[in-house]
């Protein structure tokens, strides 16, 4: 109901208080008021009182909704700081997760970069390894060789002593 309407109801009880006033100076007086009239404005009166308790109900019914919405709106509010506040660890945490995966990842070229070197290391010894085992074998059989043949030469010259 809006203004008007409730306005509207003061004026209708002022109006009633003010002829149960009258009516009341009336009756000490000796005037009588029809009772048509009285009828009437009884009616007027409780019709008054009927509209001001639906009123009335209204109103409590209106406040228990709005403290309803105001619990709603502050329940509403503690989630979504909540919820911001996860949001925000959140973010926190991928930028970390972002900056240790960099890391890790600038280690593993890093380490990738060393076991090539390394690698490279490990051919270039195996290469020169197999050169120097190369060299001592054809040195050995050279040895064996010249060996074979002073043996052979020392064979001709004991052959050639003893006749």
Same mark, same amino acid.
């Given at each position: 109901m809006d203004a008007f309407a409730y306005d509207k109801l003061l004026r209708i009880t002022r109006a009633t208080e003010a =002829? %149960? /006033?009258a009516m009341g100076r &009336? @009756?000490?007086q000796g005037a009588v008021v029809a009772l048509s009239q009285y009828n009437e404005l009884a009616d007027m009166?409780? +019709?008054? /009182? =009927? #509209?001001?308790?639906?009123?009335?109900? %209204?109103?409590e019914q209106q406040k228990a909704k709005l403290d309803e919405w105001i619990t709603y709106g502050k329940i509403t509010t503690a989630r979504r700081d909540e919820l911001k506040e996860i949001a925000q660890n959140s973010l926190r945490r991928e930028t970390k997760i972002a900056e240790e995966r960099d890391t890790? !990842? #600038?280690? &593993?070229?890093? =380490? +990738? !970069?060393?076991?090539d070197e390394m690698t490279a290391k490990y051919k270039k010894l195996w290469d020169d390894g197999k050169a120097w085992a190369d060299m001592w074998k054809s040195r050995a059989e050279a040895a064996? !060789?010249?060996l074979a043949e002073i043996v052979g030469a020392s &064979? @001709?010259?004991? =052959?050639? !002593? @003893?006749?």
């Open positions: =002829a %149960a /006033v &009336a @009756q000490n009166y409780n +019709s008054l /009182v =009927a #509209e001001y308790n639906t009123l009335y109900h %209204a109103r890790w !990842k #600038e280690r &593993a070229v890093k =380490a +990738s !970069k060393d076991r064996e !060789k010249k &064979a @001709q010259v004991d =052959a050639g !002593k @003893q006749p």
